[in-house]
């Protein structure tokens, strides 16, 4: 517990560190007469608070999911607001890497809590670009079958030590020398919210090099959409 303690409050006072100094920097005279680097500066504001509004989000989510004090609020919704929700969440860490997107033509409806299942991914897509490196691709491949919808994000990265696999969606769980900017809780919650839906989310490395995390989701009956069988 010692060790967790430590690593988060670590976590949380590397980005308020950077914040009052950045903040101190943009009250001096000499950066209000320089627009550029004002602008500049207020970008890295945002996205240094952007990271521990999120690492305070992980902290909240999984303390409401392991009291199991979270009810989720199903809806029907198509697998490609999903992705595009979760993509607007990562913009500002998407942006420096090329998003390839595969979707089968027909997709059907899943029945989710639209708002975690969008965090459940924006976790994967949030470690894929944070890992791999700059300007390489990010795919993200939506597929049906016949009971289930395979979300699957693949990036170029080093990939994960085969040993460390099996412990990745581990509660705080980071790999050994892993870069800062986490607390090893990502992959849990994406764990536990894709389980709370009745799926599984998996990991394995590619051939070619990266890691590829897939999440799978039960498909149920498709709703009647109303007017659909109706005549014309
Ligand atoms: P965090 O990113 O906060 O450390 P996560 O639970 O999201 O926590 O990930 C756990 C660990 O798994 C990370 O510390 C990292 O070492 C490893 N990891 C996750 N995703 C990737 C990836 N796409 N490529 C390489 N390593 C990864």
């Known amino acids: 517990m010692q060790t967790v303690i430590d690593s988060v409050s670590h976590e949380l006072r590397t980005p308020l560190t950077a914040i009052a100094g950045t903040t101190s920097a943009l009250a001096s ?6 627009p550029a680097r004002r602008r500049l500066l207020a970008d890295e504001l945002q996205a240094m608070t952007e990271r521990l509004n999120r690492i305070v989000g992980n ?19 198509d697998p490609r607001d999903m992705v595009s929700a979760a993509l607007a969440l990562t913009r500002r860490e998407m942006t420096n890497h090329e ?3 595969h979707f089968d033509d027909v997709l059907p409806l ?3 809590d639209i708002q975690l299942m969008t965090q459940a991914l924006a976790n994967i897509l949030s470690n894929a670009a944070g890992y791999s490196p700059v300007g390489s691709p990010v795919q993200i491949a939506c597929r049906a079958a016949k009971s289930c919808l395979a979300l699957t994000i693949s990036d170029s990265g080093p990939g994960i030590p085969e040993k460390e696999l099996p412990k990745i969606f581990g ?3 980071r790999v050994p020398g892993a870069q800062s900017g986490g607390v090893g809780l990502g992959l849990a919650i994406t764990k536990a919210i894709v389980e709370a839906h009745g799926g599984a989310v ?5 051939q070619a090099g990266g890691a590829s995390f897939s ?7 498709q709703p009647e959409i109303p007017g659909e069988d109706e005549e014309t």
């Open 110 to 112: 899943v029945w989710v």
């Open 202 to 206: 998996t990991v394995a490395n590619r």
């Open 99 to 101: 998003v390839q997107l």
């Open 171 to 173: 509660k705080f769980y």
């Open 29 to 34: 005279d000499a950066i209000a007469a320089d």
């Open 215 to 221: 999440i799978d989701l039960p498909l149920d009956v």
């Open 59 to 77: 902290l909240l989510d999984m303390s409401r999911l392991s009291s199991g004090t979270m009810t989720l609020q199903r809806d029907w919704h």
